[in-house]
């Protein structure tokens, strides 16, 4: 430096010192004032902290020093001392603070002797265990007073601590307890930042991109490095006092807290980082009673109100409560505790009625905000009484993310037991050092033992059966050393004996070094899906056997993708290799003998445009060069447009049939010669046979035609018995001179309708009664109602419910006549059971219905059904249950020759819950229009 320089520099150092001491002298200046304050405020200050001392919820205790400060005795403690540490005051006071604290830290004499000698105040978290092994924690503020005294205002956290390690061991837990805070955590690996919580970011000024890879170091600041690095070089995990720096480069200072946790699977640092710049400004404020009070409420990150217990009016409100509850200071004033709490005024006035009369009392409301919204806030409730007047001292923190992070947690775990339940699964953890298993609920259930059964690894590996515990300790051993994960299927053996299968999945945590700490899993009950995949195995089994036996293979071609699947048979049909897993659609074909190629296409592709079943039979030349015959059968499935999807069949090596057939075939050619002379002789019986039957249809016609004509003269009684009477009327008319062309012309067609209703009965039964069954389109849902009409004299009379059933009218090429006449014996042969059984409320059901191929009609009666011994025989001619004079025993076997032999359909009968049910089948597709 030059000599000018050299001067200047001296005259700018000697104008800032006469500017500090004109400084100094202004601040003496106003501490004298300060102190002239304070000793006007001291009489009412000593009443205010009186009844702080008493009434807050903070466990406080004031210590004399002895032995120049080496150790100290206990002058007084306040209600709180005595609620937390459940100890009588008159019993503690005169106690050293030596022997007190004999059986805890050492570290904290060190403390409570530094505090005296500095007059700093400090921060000491402390444990010990209780008599009952139970560890306890205090969270203490130790600070002097100007009257030597050590004070020491503390909180039991045993609670929180113990949630804290609780929540410490789930990552994602203690992630959102992280974001929850207002506390700075920061995640450490290596000294530097690899996760950050949302406080962080906020009290140090940083994005989340610039706080990741930040050191640790870079925000403390350098003259706490030491101290730092020491700290993180021995894992200290008592909190200590730092001066952090902001992204702006203000310092401020923090207690800082940190452990080793893993965190995303490695070893990390969770440093926590609370700002005490408040706390270090009540601290220096706390000097005065009134001092300490201010600073306390005004200071407090918690919201804290003052309220008159009379009217409930809020007399005052601190900083952190404006911003809470977002009113000015001059809006709270004007406000009254009805106003921001959500319960009606008279449930407020009993809990406010509770606090005046107690001690501090602890409430969970729900607080309204200015802007309209609701928290859930824990209250704490104090009385403060002075000469003069009384007032309720309220905290209020929010608590609505904790609320709702435990409700939220409490949830999830409810959802993850149910979830474990539904699908058998269960967690589970294996500590190597303690050698034990933790289950959760439903492994237990899994294995079926008592909660109290021990889970070390010896009686786990009981539990696995026999056979298959090589097969898991391998497995177990080999993911541990390759530091895989696990995956097991096995057998276990319940303590009752019963054999389960799991399925069961791990993966292994270690140390540093590659020291297996911990495995955790899942093992989830498969008995059920591996019993029906042995049954599936066991049916494919089977089906391949049988399918080589009858030399029969099943496939499948997809349309779309054009994939074939063959059954191993197929593959032996054509002479391929089975390994050989690509069949192709060309190398099929090709295989197929070159004159039944074409004629085997035509067919599949003829049933795929009628999107119908086929079957056909051709030859295939075989891979080895053999002539084999082959019987071929598929159908499509479509899809809900009816495109076809898939063609799924069969495929038969049916040579030996073929040459079976042949042979046969030339043994008949042999036999021809005789049949010839058979031939005549068997048409002259056929012709005699078919006169026979001719003869019995009429002789079952016949016999009921008499009751359809009793059921027409039933028809016919009313409408003449109506005509009779308009007649009558006409006569009455123009003998008493009433008679006109008008009421004569009415008359008449009244008459007329009745007379063409009968003449309908007469063409309708002539045209269902004739002779001749000729095929002709009919509905049958209309032949129905009309046979029910024919019927219904001799049904009414026996007082016989009908009902009929149709959902459907559609029309079909057949033979009417035929149908009625088969429908009216089997109405006839319900009708004589339920009168020869004497049914209470008999009653016959007849329902109508179809499919794509055919239509069905039932005929059901509640007549008890038929006898086991005969049902078999009820359509053998001549056989019946009846009385013989009312049956010949050809009606059901007439009935049944009609069904099959001249509509070619079926009959079966069947007993029902209710009684006998005679079900028709007829060709629908053959027969519809």
Not at 665 to 689: P, T
Not at 723 to 752: C, H, P, R
Not at 755 to 774: A, E, G, P, Q
Request: glycine share 4%; aromatic share 10%; net charge neutral.
């Amino acid at each position: 430096m030059q000599p000018m320089e050299s001067l200047f520099r001296i005259q700018e150092l000697e104008e800032e010192l006469r500017l500090l001491e004109s400084q100094n002298h202004l601040l003496e200046e106003e501490n004298k004032n300060l102190k002239a304050q304070q000793a006007s405020q001291q009489l009412n200050s000593d009443a205010l902290f009186k009844d702080f001392f008493l009434n807050t919820r903070q466990a406080c205790i004031i210590f004399t020093p002895i032995e120049d400060g080496k150790d100290f005795i206990i002058s007084n403690v306040n209600p709180a001392f005595e609620r937390i540490e459940g100890a009588k005051k008159e019993l503690v006071l005169g106690v050293k603070l030596s022997d007190v604290y004999q059986y805890t830290s050492a570290n904290i004499m060190d403390v409570y002797r530094r505090v005296f000698k500095s007059g700093e105040s400090e921060k000491f978290v402390f444990s010990w265990e209780d008599k009952d092994k139970k560890k306890q924690w205090r969270d203490n503020d130790i600070f002097k007073l100007s009257s030597g005294e050590v004070v020491a205002f503390y909180e039991n956290t045993t609670s929180l601590k113990e949630k804290e390690c609780a929540l410490l061991n789930s990552e994602e837990r203690f992630k959102a307890l992280s974001n929850a805070s207002n506390e700075a955590v920061f995640f450490m690996s290596g000294g530097y930042c690899i996760d950050v919580n949302k406080a962080a970011l906020k009290m140090f000024g940083y994005s989340r991109e610039e706080a990741i890879g930040k050191h640790a170091l870079s925000i403390i600041d350098k003259d706490y490095h030491e101290l730092t690095i020491k700290n993180l070089q021995n894992d200290y995990t008592q909190p200590y006092e730092a001066l952090a720096i902001h992204k702006d480069g203000h310092r401020f200072p923090v207690i800082i807290l940190g452990r080793i946790f893993m965190y995303q699977g490695q070893s990390t640092r969770i440093t926590t980082m609370r700002d005490i710049t408040l706390e270090k400004e009540k601290e220096k404020a706390l000097l005065s009673s009134e001092a300490k009070f201010r600073a306390y409420f005004e200071n407090n990150t918690a919201a804290m109100l003052q309220v008159d217990p009379k009217n409930k009016q809020i007399i005052e409100a601190n900083a952190a409560a404006l911003r809470f509850y977002g009113y000015t200071c001059e809006q709270f004033k004007k406000l009254k505790a009805y106003d921001i709490n959500t319960l009606p005024p008279d449930e407020i006035d009993k809990k406010m009625q509770v606090v005046i009369n107690s001690p501090t009392q602890t409430f969970i409301f729900k607080h309204r905000l200015s802007s309209g919204e609701s928290r859930e806030v824990e209250v704490y409730v104090s009385p403060i009484k002075t000469d003069t007047e009384s007032r309720l001292f309220i905290t209020i923190y929010d608590v609505s993310e904790r609320e709702a992070t435990k409700r939220a947690l409490e949830a999830n775990e409810q959802k993850l037991i149910d979830a474990q339940g539904i699908a058998k699964i269960g967690s589970w953890e294996y500590v190597f050092e303690e050698d034990k298993f933790y289950w959760s609920d439903e492994n237990y259930n899994n294995f079926e033992v008592d909660k109290s059964y021990l889970l070390t690894f010896e009686n786990y590996k009981r539990l696995i059966y026999p056979e298959d515990l090589n097969k898991v300790e391998d497995s177990w051993k080999k993911s541990i050393i390759e530091k895989t994960d696990n995956f097991t299927v096995h057998r276990i053996v319940t303590p009752k004996g019963k054999i389960k299968y799991v399925e069961e999945k791990g993966y292994t945590v270690y140390d540093k070094k590659g020291k297996p700490l911990r495995s955790l899993g899942t093992t989830q009950d498969i008995t059920e899906r591996k019993l029906v995949e042995i049954e599936l195995q066991k049916s494919k089994n089977y089906l391949k056997e049988a399918q080589r036996i009858a030399k029969v293979g099943h496939f499948e071609f997809n349309f779309k993708t054009k994939d074939i699947n063959w059954s191993d048979q197929i593959y032996r049909i054509f002479g391929f290799d089975i390994e050989d897993k690509k069949p192709t659609f060309e190398k099929y074909r090709k295989q197929i003998h070159p004159e039944d190629v074409d004629n085997q296409y035509k067919i599949f592709k003829q049933a795929l445009k009628e999107k119908r079943g086929y079957s056909v039979t051709y030859r295939i030349i075989s891979f080895e060069g053999e002539q084999k015959y082959i019987e071929e059968k598929g159908y499509f499935e479509l899809d809900k447009k009816g495109n076809p999807i898939k063609v799924i069949g069969t495929m038969q090596d049916v040579t030996s049939n073929i040459i079976a057939k042949k042979a046969l075939e030339e043994s008949k050619a042999q036999l021809a010669l005789i049949n010839q002379d058979l031939e005549k002789r068997v048409k002259e019986e056929l012709e005699k046979s078919r006169d026979k039957d001719h003869l019995l249809i009429q002789q079952s016609r016949s016999a009921v035609l008499g009751e359809m004509i009793g059921n027409i003269a039933h028809q016919w009684r009313q409408p003449l018995n109506e005509v009779s009477l308009l007649v009558t009327d006409l006569e009455d008319a123009y003998n008493f001179g009433v008679l006109n062309k008008e009421y004569f012309e009415k008359t008449t067609e009244i008459v007329y309708r009745r007379l063409k209703y009968m003449s309908d009965t007469i063409t309708d039964f002539s045209k269902m009664h004739t002779d001749d069954f000729k095929q002709e389109a009919f509905s049958p849902k209309k032949l129905i109602e009309k046979l029910m009409q024919f019927t219904e004299g001799t049904i009414k009379k026996n007082n016989i419910q009908i009902r009929f059933m149709c959902n459907d009218d559609f029309e079909v090429f057949g033979y009417p006549n035929m149908l009625s006449h088969i429908l009216l014996n089997l109405l006839n042969n319900s009708r004589d059971i339920l009168i020869e059984r004497s049914i209470k409320k008999p009653k016959i059901w007849i329902k109508l219905e179809k499919d794509k191929a055919n239509y069905y009609i039932r005929v059901l009666d509640n007549g008890k059904g038929i006898g086991r011994s005969i049902i078999d025989k009820i359509f053998d001619p001549y056989f019946t249950t009846k009385d013989k004079k009312r049956g010949s025993g050809l009606g059901l076997y007439m009935t049944k020759s009609m069904v099959e032999k001249q509509m070619n359909g079926q009959i079966h009968v069947q007993n029902q819950r209710q009684g006998a049910e005679f079900k028709i089948t007829l060709d629908l597709n053959g027969e519809n229009l």
